[in-house]
């Protein structure tokens, strides 16, 4: 079993940044892919970008490619998406994801409002 648990969501003005960890806990993280989703009222998930935690390989969605960043610490179990030049579009529910090869746990989220 894991237990991922994020933060660092919160009221941004577009164009400003935040940091949103992810702390997993419960496993040995190997072998696993860890992700960030997000979702809007309404509206489907949505991805938006995944690290493999053995290879460190990062995907990204198309729509977040260049402002957003996904990285790990592997000491500390903790997988993290900065993201930078925020645009309104980019408010929802942020929620962390992990699984070995399919998306099989989640955390409860976090509410990003980019807003001025």
């Known amino acids: 079993q894991v237990q991922l648990v994020e933060s660092g969501g919160g009221l941004v003005q577009p164009g400003g940044s935040l940091r949103l960890p992810c702390a997993g806990s419960?496993?040995?993280?190997?072998?696993?892919?860890m992700g960030w989703f997000r979702q809007v009222p309404g509206r489907e998930r949505e991805f938006v970008a995944s690290i493999s935690w053995s290879g460190g390989s990062t995907y990204y969605a198309d729509s977040i490619k260049g402002r957003f960043t996904i990285s790990g610490d592997n000491d500390k179990n903790t997988v993290y998406l900065q993201m930078d030049s925020l645009l309104p579009e980019d408010t929802a529910v942020y929620y962390c994801a992990a699984g070995p090869g399919i998306w099989e746990y989640w955390g409860q989220g976090t509410q990003v409002t980019v807003s001025s």
């Open positions: 419960g496993r040995t993280f190997t072998n696993i892919l």
